[in-house]
Each structure stands twice: as structure tokens, then as C-alpha cells.
């Protein structure tokens, strides 16, 4: 199965204009609060209509301005799991689950279930996701964990061609947030068709997704795998997104050499640096210490400042005098506070070349 979208909508305040293309697996929407990514969503799924262009599914036409196609919700066949889950209130769990069973059978053979065969069915889907015992529960007197898989169950009941998915994890606290993406990442597998999957936090990307797409202000980007995206961001708007800390605008000095205008530093590369490159990014952790103060890429730790967290030490410091700061991780192996050497070493292999306007 095969998704294909090229759509633009006037929204408020911009132009949601998104094109990319999506198979097998987990393709993610990464974008901040208010760029479009859950309008792209309930276009595919046809509660939304866009201005113009076109989506197509597995050799079918959704949505064509040019042929003025636009096929309803109900014939699209796509499973949308919704921020608030939208289980229906006064339905229990097994009526809810029997409610998507009965819409898939309907849509596919235009024949009814029997009653006792529609039962059996909706039972071993609750077993699946282990909620068998929350048969005969309504919506109201469920945790946000147990109505998150009540509306997973009901989806896979509807049998659909793709999975719809707007930020499912939002309401759910940090310890359940882990557990159920892994039920949820095993399930999506298992089912072998396209997942859309929304979301503006990028370890949810990292844990859950495949391939992965950024929206900026309502403009798609490239379309690229995860672990390829948090190594080369690709523009400074990605870069933020991916969770990086440390940005600076540059000036290209040469081939392989820049300044850092923000930190007010010179590095070198080991590669021609493109001629549209605005910015540069690098990761936290990045970071080692210097072994020789001639080397190439050692930073000055200037005005050390160390913050405990949990499991790690982070260390603000300047690379120049008057320079913006820069954010260092490292482990917490020493209770009593990091050693910190006179000079930090950059690997120029770790620093992110990166699109954008100049600010």
C-alpha cells in the first residue's frame, strides 16, 4: 500500500503546501503546535478538504481538484486515532470495538456480521490489547492508558487500508507514555500498512517511526530516515525539532573552514562546506576533552556553569570572550560534580551544515 499527497490549503496566518510520498511502516509528521501537521491529517482522512491538489492510496484517488474527486471519510478506509481518543461515550468498550467491526464489514461486503460471530471477534481484539476485562466499561470510567488502547482496539476492528494517528501519546504521563509506544510501534508493525503518525516530540519520532517529514510553517521538507534526520537535520528550523541546542549563524571563510558568529569561533571541516549554508548545529553530547590545546576544533571552556540533572551533568559555557554560550552533556560518573578540562575537542564530522534565512 502506497500514500501519495500534494495538497495546499489556506489556513490562518499561512498556506499549508505538504507533498511527500509514504509505504509500510511508520511515517512521521514532525512539526511544532499550529504548522499544519493535523490539518494534513484530517485532509488524508477527508474530515478536512484541501484548496487544491491531490491524495492518492494504494492506486485509488481520495482527493483531485483538478477532476473534482473527493471521496467521504466512510469510503476512504483510513483508521484515524484522534488527540482525545473520541470513543463513543455511551458505548461500553466491547460495543465500541463491535462498532468498528460492523463499519468494516459494512463498507467491505455490504453484509452484516452475525451477533455471535461479531462478538468472538471484538473479544479476541481486547485480548490482543489487554482489555479483555474492560469489556464492559464505558469510556468515562477508563485511564487515559486504557482508552488509548479501547481506541487502538476499535481501529484495527475496522480493518483499514492506513492508520491515521494525531498525537496519541499528548495525554498520557511519561511512565505509561513508554509502554505504550512499544505496544503500539509492535501492533503497527504487525499490521504491515501505512502509518501517519503526528507529533511534535522528537523522541516519539525516535522510538516510533521509520522515515520522518518536517512541516514548517505549514511547508513540508524532505522526506528522510529517522536516524538520518537526527545526524543531518538539513535547516536550523529541523534542527531546533530534533531537540539540537546549539545554533550559530556562520560566514564561510573557505573550503572546509567557517566562523561560528555566535560563538565567535573558528572550524574546520573535513569536507567542502556548501555555498548555502546559513548555520550550523551540534549536538550536546558532541563534545570530548581536548587532548592538546593545537588541535583543530578545541574550544576554550570559558565561565563554566554545571547543572545537575538526573543522569547527567550539563555544562553552559563560552568558547570566547563575549561569545554566546554553548550547552555540553556528559555522563554523571562523579557524584560530586564533573571534572572539567581546560579545553573541549569537536569531532568536525558532528557538526551539522544547516539551510535557512538568516536571522
Known amino acids: 500500500m502506497h500514500l501519495y499527497v500534494k495538497i495546499k490549503k489556506k489556513l490562518a496566518g499561512f498556506v499549508l503546501d505538504v507533498e511527500f510520498e509514504a509505504a509500510e511502516g511508520v511515517f512521521a509528521l514532525l512539526g511544532s503546535s499550529g504548522c499544519g501537521k493535523s490539518m494534513t491529517l484530517k485532509c488524508i482522512a477527508g474530515i478536512e478538504r484541501p484548496d487544491e491538489g491531490r491524495i492518492e492510496l494504494g492506486g485509488r484517488v481520495l482527493f483531485d481538484s483538478d ?8 469510503k476512504r478506509h483510513a483508521g484515524y486515532l484522534f488527540q482525545d481518543y473520541a470513543l463513543f461515550p455511551n458505548m461500553t468498550v466491547l460495543e465500541n470495538v463491535q462498532a468498528g467491526l460492523a463499519g468494516a464489514v459494512s463498507q467491505r461486503t455490504k453484509k452484516r456480521m452475525e451477533k455471535r460471530e461479531m462478538a ?29 488502547r479501547a481506541a487502538m482496539a476499535r481501529l484495527i476492528a475496522q480493518d483499514p487500508e492506513i492508520i491515521l494517528l494525531d498525537e496519541p501519546f499528548s495525554a498520557l504521563d511519561s511512565s505509561l507514555r513508554w509502554q505504550l509506544e512499544q505496544e503500539m510501534r509492535s501492533t503497527l508493525r504487525s499490521m504491515k500498512k501505512p502509518a501517519i503518525f503526528v507529533t511534535h516530540n522528537r523522541d ?15 511547508k513540508s521538507g524532505r522526506v528522510t530516515s529517522v536516524r538520518s534526520f537526527f545526524e543531518d537535520p538539513g535547516t536550523r528550523e529541523a534542527a531546533i525539532l ?6 550559530s549563524a556562520v560566514e564561510i571563510l573557505g573550503p572546509s573552514r567557517l566562523r561560528a ?10 569536507k ?58 556528559t555522563a554523571k560518573t ?26
Not at 67 to 74: A, E, F, K, S, V
Not at 242 to 247: A, F, H, P, Q, R
Not at 289 to 304: M, Y
Request: net charge negative.
Open 120 to 148: 468472538l471477534e471484538a473479544g479476541r481484539i481486547l485480548s490482543r490489547f489487554h482489555i479483555d476485562d474492560l469489556a464492559d466499561r464505558f469510556p468515562d470510567r477508563l485511564s487515559g492508558g486504557q482508552k488509548q
Open 67 to 74: 477532476r473534482r474527486i473527493n471521496l467521504p471519510p466512510q
Open 242 to 247: 530534533s531537540g539540537c541546542k546549539n545554533l
Open 272 to 329: 567542502e562546506i556548501p555555498p548555502d549554508t546559513r548555520y550550523i548545529g551540534i549536538r550536546a553530547h558532541a563534545f570530548t576533552a581536548a587532548k592538546e590545546e593545537g588541535s583543530d576544533n578545541s574550544l576554550p571552556l570559558l565561565g563554566a556553569e554545571v547543572l545537575e540533572d538526573l543522569f547527567e551533568w550539563t555544562i553552559s559555557f563560552r568558547a570566547s570572550p563575549g561569545g554566546g554560550t554553548l550547552q555540553w552533556k
Open 204 to 218: 516519539e519520532v525516535f522510538h516510533m517511526a521509520d522515515t520522518v517529514c518536517c512541516i514548517e510553517a505549514g
Open 261 to 270: 558568529v555566535d560563538w565567535g569561533v573558528e572550524l574546520y571541516l573535513r
Open 334 to 359: 562523579e557524584a560530586a560534580g564533573p571534572s572539567l578540562p581546560e579545553r573541549l575537542y569537536l569531532d568536525s564530522g558532528k557538526i551539522m551544515l544547516l539551510k535557512g534565512e538568516q536571522r
